[in-house]
């Protein structure tokens, strides 16, 4: 008999090709506290379904598996970190199923602190964090010499740019490549402009995977030495 049989299962398949050669792992949000699993009627699951279909057609035909990581529970919950827990268990599935396959994680919200939090795992090469919630606590050394995208609203009053901005300047000090857009007229929801996010995002994510280049903005911020790199300065209009 199976013994993880019955037991909770962080990672969903949404695309497997027979042999992927890489992974991307989608993460929704969710709330500070909550320690119910989230509901059939999930909105911040449902809000990530389009960047999920984007990274797809994006990566068609490249051998890429798509995935999302399903939470035991609605909340971050403290010291708990009941998300990020869950993102380092899909993570570990990824590994064993697949092999240690380059993969990039996105996040939004308490997503993009998972995404972050997980973003030292040894599958993991980069991140694409949107609107992520950034304590100004929140670790930073263990994405060193990782690529991190951040892209966050500038009427965002849920989670704050300035966190975001902050947490790019200390993981650049410790070592993380880090650059991002900030989106002009849009807030956490990722409503308004929602095609430009999903486009942008998928796009993001082809580039760290290495299917196209980076764009040249992009790029040149991540070149950009750490003392001299502070925020996210390029704006996404």
Not at 190 to 202: G, K, S
Request: hydrophobic share 45%; aromatic share 4%; proline share 7%.
């Amino acid at each position: 008999m199976n013994a993880r049989a019955g037991a909770h299962r962080a990672l969903q398949w949404r695309t497997r090709p027979a042999s992927p050669r890489a992974a991307v792992l989608v993460l929704h949000g969710g709330q500070e506290y909550g320690e119910h699993a989230p509901g059939l009627l999930n909105l911040p699951g449902l809000r990530m379904v389009g960047f999920a279909r984007s990274v797809e057609r994006v990566t068609a035909d490249a051998d890429i598996a798509v995935g999302t990581v399903r939470y035991r529970c609605k909340g971050w919950n403290g010291d708990r970190a009941d998300a990020a827990r869950d993102a380092l268990a899909a993570l570990g599935d990824l590994a064993e199923e697949l092999g240690p396959v380059p993969t990039v994680l996105i996040g939004h919200s308490m997503g993009g602190r998972a995404a972050l939090r997980a973003g030292g795992h040894p599958c993991v090469t980069g991140v694409v964090a949107l609107a992520p919630w950034c304590p100004r606590d929140e670790p930073v050394e263990h994405l060193a010499g990782r690529r991190v995208l951040m892209l966050h609203g500038d009427r965002d009053r849920v989670t704050s740019p300035a966190d975001t901005d902050l947490f790019a300047a200390r993981a650049r000090s410790e070592g993380a490549h880090v650059a991002g857009y900030r989106v002009v007229g849009s807030g956490h929801t990722l409503m308004r402009r929602a095609a430009d996010w999903h486009r942008t995002t998928a796009d993001l994510t082809g580039a760290l995977l290495g299917l196209t280049p980076l764009p040249a903005d992009i790029a040149g911020a991540l070149a950009t030495p750490a003392p001299a790199a502070t925020g996210l300065a390029l704006p996404l209009h």
